[in-house]
């Protein structure tokens, strides 16, 4: 067990929708990471917070949007749901910001748009 | 910019057998490679790091050397087991904001 918490685990909705995932970091962690993992773009980083600013952005699509809230938890909100937006989305949180932080992942959303 | 380039797979090896997964990377600066392993229906795991050139990284049998001079940073384990069946990805961070560049994943089967 990482530390780190997702929910929900599974997730099937139709397409034009609007969903949340939501992520609870490792106790003591600032920094939280969405990722999305699909079978033909691997996994790509989408964005990042720390200690409730954003930090980076990746490969976001303007659809996506992030907080992350006062008690660090953070929520990825997912509109207007495409086809190709059904994926596996991971969080991820570390202690730092710092390049050579180790970062613990969640056991991941799994999106299904039908 | 950044990104890592990592073996293609499925990999099948048969039970001790030695296991090598390629992994060579581009980045801005100075990065921190790691491996993480993800077993079935489960997040990553961070199998091992390294943070500067000729460091080496082990965990489980499982090392690896950061090889600038080469850009590399592959995975070597001795003798596999079945319960290593899983896929492997390299990734490295290379920005001040710590978010990693994966590699698209090497799956590993390992047969009895």
């Known amino acids: 067990d990482s530390g780190v918490t997702q929910t929900p685990k599974h997730l099937i909705t139709a397409t034009g929708q609007r969903v949340t995932l939501r992520c609870s970091p490792r106790s003591g962690d600032l920094s939280v990471y969405w990722y999305q993992q699909s079978l033909d773009q691997g996994l790509q980083f989408l964005i990042q917070?720390?200690?409730?600013?954003?930090?980076a952005k990746g490969n976001i699509l303007e659809r996506f949007s992030a907080q992350q809230f006062p008690d660090l938890h953070s929520e990825l909100n997912l509109s207007s749901l495409e086809l190709g937006d059904s994926a596996l989305y991971f969080c991820?949180?570390?202690?730092?910001?710092?390049?050579?932080?180790?970062?613990?992942f969640g056991q991941g959303t799994r999106l299904t748009v039908v | 910019g950044n990104s890592v380039t990592q073996m293609e797979g499925p990999v099948t090896l048969s039970e001790e057998a030695f296991l090598t997964i390629n992994c060579t990377y581009t980045a801005t600066g100075y990065p921190s490679l790691f491996w993480y392993v993800q077993y079935p229906g489960e997040g990553l795991q961070l199998l091992l790091k390294?943070?500067?050139?000729?460091d080496k990284g082990s965990n489980k049998g499982f090392e690896a050397t950061y090889r600038k001079e080469t850009t590399s940073f592959h995975l070597e384990k001795g003798s596999v087991q079945v319960s290593d069946s899983a896929v492997y990805f390299c990734?490295?961070?290379?920005?001040?904001?710590?978010?990693?560049?994966f590699g698209t994943g090497t799956s590993l089967t390992v047969i009895p």
């Open positions: 990734a490295l961070s290379a920005n001040t904001g710590n978010q990693f560049y």
């Open positions: 991820a949180s570390s202690v730092r910001a710092a390049k050579n932080t180790e970062a613990f």
């Open positions: 390294a943070t500067k050139a000729d």
């Open positions: 917070y720390y200690n409730g600013e954003e930090r």
